[in-house]
């Protein structure tokens, strides 16, 4: 079972988050793909974050009527701060059949994956999969592994990939650039100005209806 797993603070989730979730699950054949909505991120520390209730709402109200999508609320019952290692490991243990994990994370992301928790360890767990943003261009695709590990990847070209020693990979994906992020829409709806089309339009409604993100 070819599994994506999305974590992220989906604060609110928007376009960009799904557009390239569908691209990558047609482009890794994925069977699933799970959004993770952290509970307390240890990376980012806003004041504008909502409530864990109200992102995973919006979550699943985002990925509703979608058969290979689904919003998972693991990290916010285990509560505290949330490290994906501690995620993949339940996800991996709780399988029903044999799961081959693919973690999907934007390059902006991942090249702070060193200030993750046990991230050596996570290289030994699962696959990565490093999707383009824009405003973060990489010069070099080796610029992406963290120097402490670098010995443990070999790289290859034709596949865009990165073996580890493990035998997981760390993917890169080019996907179509959508330049949407949370913050910019959350200075937009504190600036009453219109956010349509830059979310789905069940999360905007419900972004009116509890007044979020106003002050
Ligand atoms: P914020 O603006 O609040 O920092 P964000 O828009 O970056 O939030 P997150 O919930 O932090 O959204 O992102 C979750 C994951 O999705 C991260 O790995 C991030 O790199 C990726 N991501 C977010 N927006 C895009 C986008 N427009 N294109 C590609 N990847 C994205």
């Known amino acids: 079972m070819r599994v994506g797993l999305f974590g992220g603070t989906f604060n609110p989730v928007h376009w960009g988050h799904l557009r390239s979730a569908e691209e990558i699950r047609e482009l890794f054949n994925l069977e699933q793909v799970i959004f993770i909505p952290t509970n307390i991120s240890p990376h980012k520390k806003s004041q504008e974050l909502v409530s864990p209730h109200h992102r995973l709402t919006m979550l699943t109200l985002a990925v509703e009527g979608n058969p290979f999508f689904s919003a998972s609320d693991i990290e916010l019952k285990r509560a505290g701060t949330s490290y994906s290692i501690e995620t993949m490991n339940y996800f991996k243990q709780t399988a029903q059949e044999e799961l081959v994990p693919f973690f999907i994370v934007g390059v902006d992301a991942f090249l702070e994956i060193s200030t993750?928790?046990?991230?050596?360890?996570?290289?030994?767990?699962?696959?990565?999969?490093?999707m383009t943003r824009p405003g973060y261009a990489i010069k070099e695709q080796e610029q992406l592994?963290?120097?402490?590990?670098?010995?443990?990847?070999?790289?290859?070209?034709?596949?865009?990939?990165?073996?580890?020693?493990?035998?997981?990979?760390?993917?890169?994906?080019?996907?179509?650039?959508?330049?949407i992020s949370s913050q910019s829409i959350r200075t937009q709806v504190k600036n009453r100005r219109s956010v349509t089309y830059l979310l789905p339009h069940a999360v905007e409604n419900y972004i009116e209806e509890h007044v979020l993100y106003i002050s």
Do not use: G, M
């Open 116 to 130: 993750w928790k046990k991230y050596q360890e996570l290289f030994s767990l699962c696959n990565f999969i490093v």
């Open 145 to 179: 592994i963290p120097h402490q590990v670098k010995k443990e990847f070999s790289y290859c070209p034709d596949e865009r990939r990165f073996i580890h020693s493990s035998q997981f990979s760390i993917y890169l994906a080019e996907i179509t650039a959508l330049d």
